[in-house]
């Protein structure tokens, strides 16, 4: 499984920003797709997560109501749309896959099997 991130850039805070995830098979119902977040001298940080049947949706416990994961099944896509950007939001953003992943792991970024290149988000204030 192949993923491509895109849709990262140099925006301004307040502004809003979608990430896309393309992946190169569809996933099976199961799968976890997940976005993680990478900042200057900081650890991988997950964001937020679903099942790819849609099952399943999880978010970051620090950050409510500013990110919304979808996925379309149609273009076998995965997004991360993020509101209210802050310049704290600046970092690398990942999408990862993981097909055998349960629910009280899908914030553990070793949890998961296939990762993107990392599209790059820069906010300021």
């Known amino acids: 499984v192949q993923l491509q991130a895109s849709g990262g850039g140099s925006v301004q805070a307040g502004d809003s920003l979608k990430l896309s995830c393309a992946v190169s098979e569809r996933p099976f119902y199961r799968t976890v797709m997940g976005w993680f977040r990478q900042a200057p001298g900081k650890g991988r940080e997950f964001v937020a997560a679903?099942?790819?049947?849609?099952?399943?949706?999880w978010y970051s416990d620090s950050e409510t109501g500013r990110f919304t994961i979808t996925r379309d099944n149609a273009k076998n896509t995965v997004s991360l749309e993020i509101d209210s950007l802050k310049a704290e939001d600046t970092a690398v953003y990942f999408c990862?896959?993981?097909?055998?992943?349960?629910?009280?792991?899908?914030?553990?970024?070793?949890?998961?099997?296939?990762w993107g290149q990392g599209t790059l988000v820069t906010v300021s204030s």
């Open positions: 679903m099942r790819w049947s849609g099952s399943g949706t």
């Open positions: 990862a896959a993981g097909a055998r992943i349960i629910n009280s792991s899908v914030r553990v970024a070793t949890a998961y099997d296939h």
